[in-house]
């Protein structure tokens, strides 16, 4: 096993890829049960893992919902306390899915940039040499 200090220092997440994937993909009902498969102290690491990515910020509040103030103290000081009050506020008010909280992605319709159209003329004053020096060729 690993020390919390050691998580946190290396910033390594503390449970498999596989399984924050399926968190970060499970609906409402789904996380509760897939959180429960991992320990207190682990949980807390992975709530403050996902708190210092803005991509998973609902997800560290979702999972500090189900840990203790004092775990999330231990594992990350002021942050963890942070991350438990948070937790705690989304839970008095109608806290919306982990999945329906999150901003909808739109494309742009517009090209990214208009190019100037290329000017396919030869310069015909100035012509390589053979050896690579620019040479002015009589008219």
Not at 4 to 28: H, I, K, T, W
Not at 90 to 104: F, H, Q, T
């Amino acid at each position: 096993m690993f020390s919390s200090r050691d998580a946190f220092e290396s910033d390594f997440c503390p449970v498999r890829d596989e399984l924050l994937g399926e968190m970060y993909r499970a609906n409402e009902s789904g996380l509760p049960r897939l959180v429960e498969t991992v320990t207190p102290d682990v949980r807390a690491m992975l709530a403050l893992f996902c708190y210092r990515r803005s991509h998973l910020h609902s997800l560290a509040v979702a999972i500090a919902g189900s840990c203790n103030e004092r775990d999330l103290i231990e594992s990350g000081g002021r942050v963890g306390s942070t991350l438990y009050a948070l937790s705690r506020e989304g839970s008095a008010k109608s806290s919306p899915s982990v999945s329906g909280s999150r901003k909808p992605i739109t494309l742009s319709t517009k090209p990214l940039s208009v190019l100037a159209p290329m000017d396919d003329e030869i310069d015909d004053e100035v012509t390589e040499g053979v050896d690579g020096i620019s040479e002015a060729v009589p008219a």
